[in-house]
């Protein structure tokens, strides 16, 4: 029996109030983990979920580059977001190991999420009201 692939067919795109939130999947940045940290963790910290203290430049921090392998396997730090009038809104934060053995099968290749991060939506809400189109819409919910 062989293993079930899934894939992402495409990602979700709202117009809200006429404009149009882009979801994007980009290599995380310095960037990213300092607006994260002003803008996210805080309200991350507040809550009892398992990431509420989480440093994102000591988990990530070493592989920005995407460079650092063990064997075959690479370490990728991913941020996922939202571009919204030339502004770009972090919504998740990934760190991913790729070329990884897949456990059943020892010949194929897998990805594995190591750590991944949501903002909360009422956070999300509050920076950019117009991304709450994209929150609340079932078909982000079922990215989660």
């Known amino acids: 029996m062989s293993a079930r692939r899934a894939t992402i067919a495409r990602l979700p795109q ?34 009892d979920r398992p990431d ?30 939202v571009q919204h009038d030339q502004v770009f809104v972090t919504c998740g934060m990934l760190l991913i190991i790729t070329y990884a053995s897949h456990l059943p099968e020892q010949r194929q290749r897998s990805v594995y999420v190591w750590y991944f991060a949501d903002a909360p939506r009422d956070r999300l809400e509050q920076l950019i009201p117009a991304i709450s189109a994209i929150a609340a819409s079932r078909e982000f919910d079922a990215m989660r």
Not at 17 to 46: C, E, K
């Open 14 to 47: 709202r117009v809200h109030q006429g404009v149009l939130n882009v979801v994007v999947i980009r290599p995380m940045t310095m960037n990213d983990i300092s607006w994260w940290a002003q803008h996210i963790q805080p309200a991350i910290t507040l809550t």
């Open 52 to 81: 509420h203290d989480w440093n994102w430049l000591r988990i990530a921090g070493p592989y920005l580059s995407g460079t650092i392998k063990l064997g075959r396997q690479r370490f990728s730090a991913i941020t996922l977001g």
